[in-house]
């Protein structure tokens, strides 16, 4: 059974920070790319952040230089670290695993940032 088990949202002032994680199991095969999408009220979804198996790592424009991701493959464990947040990126988090036949998608964590 895959889970996908994120943590690490709350409510935060401008400029605070915060870690996501999302914690995968039960994915056979193992896992591939691993990333951060998030979702404000009546937006789209986007990608915040993606990370290789490998390490090799993509940021959205609006958050490069503030949000770090990496990820610890022995433990199928991905982060984010949100520094210097906005409150434009208020937003449900969603923790997004690639498995070899599909990808996976956490429950979403929200995330408020407050001005």
């Known amino acids: 059974q895959v889970e996908l088990v994120e943590s690490g949202g709350g409510l935060v002032q401008t400029g605070g920070s915060l870690r996501l994680t999302c914690a995968a199991s039960?994915?056979?095969?193992?896992?591939?790319?691993m990333g951060w999408y998030r979702q404000a009220p009546g937006k789209q979804r986007e990608l915040v952040a993606s990370?290789?198996?490998?390490?090799?790592?993509k940021y959205a424009d609006s958050v490069k230089g503030r949000f770090t991701i990496s990820r610890d493959n022995a433990k199928n464990t991905m982060y984010l670290q949100m520094n210097s947040l906005k409150p434009e990126d208020t937003a449900a988090y969603y923790c997004?695993?690639?498995?070899?036949?599909?990808?996976?998608w956490g429950q979403g964590t929200q995330i408020t940032v407050s001005s």
């Open positions: 039960g994915i056979i095969g193992g896992i591939n790319a």
């Open positions: 990370i290789t198996f490998g390490g090799v790592t």
């Open positions: 997004n695993v690639g498995g070899i036949w599909r990808e996976y």
